[in-house]
T-cell receptor, first 111, second 113 residues
Framework: KAGVTQTPRYLIKTRGQQVTLSCSPISGHRSVSWYQQTPGQGLQFLFEYFSETQRNKGNFPGRFSGRQFSNSRSEMNVSTLELGDSALYLC??????????FGPGTRLTVL | TQLLEQSPQFLSIQEGENLTVYCNSSSVFSSLQWYRQEPGEGPVLLVTVVTGGEVKKLKRLTFQFGDARKDSSLHITAAQTGDTGLYLCAAWGSGGSNYKLTFGKGTLLTVNP
C-alpha cells in the first residue's frame, strides 16, 4: 500500500506570495490532517478534514486554509506569505482517532 | 488547551547507554502516543498507551503510562546509533477538540558511536 505523498517536497517563495501544497492520503483513509513544524514551536496542528468537511482547526490566522476533494486528496493554501511561515508542512492521514500516517513533508522557505 | 511538556529537549549519549525521556501534562488523557521522526521524514508511530499504569515494550524501548494518565515515559536500553531521532509524544483532544492531535515539542536524541 502506497504511503502518504506530498508535493512539492521543497518550495521557495518570497514574502507576499501565496502557495498551495498538495497531499494524497493512503488509499481508504478519509481523514487528512495538516501540521506545521518549526524548530521553535514544534509540530502544530493546522486543520483536519473528513469527507470534504473541516472538522477541526488550529490557532492559525485566516491566511492558512485548506480543502479536501471527493477522492480524499487535500490541499492547503497560504496567502500573503510571511517570513515566519517558513517551516516543514506535514500531512497525515488516518482512520478514526488512531494512528496518524505522515508524509515526508513540504519544506517551505519564504525569502 | 492541553499542553504536553517533554524533557529533556536535547539528549546526546554514547552507544550502549540507557536513557529516559518524559512527557508530562496537567490534563488527563484517554490515551497517549509516541512517535519518532528521522531527518527528512514524517513522524512514525511507535506505540499507543491507553490504560493508566500500562507498560509496553518494543524491543529495547519501554513505554509507561502514568497511573493518573497525565504523564508518560520512554526508556531506551543500550541505545544504538539507529535510535537517533526526534521523539514526540502526542494526545488526541476531546470534546470540541476531537480530531485534533496535539504534540509535545519533542526530545532530540543523538546516539554517538
Amino acid at each position: 500500500k502506497a504511503g502518504v505523498t506530498q508535493t512539492p517536497r521543497y518550495l521557495i517563495k518570497t514574502r507576499g506570495q501565496q502557495v498551495t501544497l498538495s497531499c494524497s492520503p493512503i488509499s481508504g483513509h478519509r481523514s487528512v490532517s495538516w501540521y506545521q513544524q518549526t524548530p521553535g514551536q514544534g509540530l502544530q496542528f493546522l486543520f483536519e478534514y473528513f469527507s470534504e468537511t473541516q472538522r477541526n482547526k488550529g490557532n492559525f490566522p485566516g491566511r492558512f486554509s485548506g480543502r479536501q476533494f471527493s477522492n480524499s486528496r487535500s490541499e492547503m493554501n497560504v496567502s500573503t506569505l510571511e517570513l515566519g511561515d517558513s517551516a516543514l508542512y506535514l500531512c497525515a492521514s488516518g482512520q478514526q482517532n488512531n494512528e496518524q500516517f505522515f508524509g515526508p513533508g513540504t519544506r517551505l522557505t519564504v525569502l | 488547551t492541553q499542553l504536553l511538556e517533554q524533557s529533556p529537549q536535547f539528549l546526546s549519549i554514547q552507544e550502549g547507554e540507557n536513557l529516559t525521556v518524559y512527557c508530562n501534562s496537567s490534563s488527563v488523557f484517554s490515551s497517549l502516543q509516541w512517535y519518532r521522526q528521522e531527518p527528512g521524514e514524517g513522524p512514525v508511530l511507535l506505540v499507543t498507551v491507553v490504560t493508566g499504569g500500562e507498560v509496553k515494550k518494543l524491543k529495547r524501548l519501554t513505554f509507561q503510562f502514568g497511573d493518573a494518565r497525565k504523564d508518560s515515559s520512554l526508556h531506551i536500553t543500550a541505545a544504538q546509533t539507529g535510535d537517533t531521532g526526534l521523539y514526540l509524544c502526542a494526545a488526541w483532544g476531546s470534546g470540541g477538540s476531537n480530531y485534533k492531535l496535539t504534540f509535545g515539542k519533542g526530545t532530540l536524541l543523538t546516539v554517538n558511536p
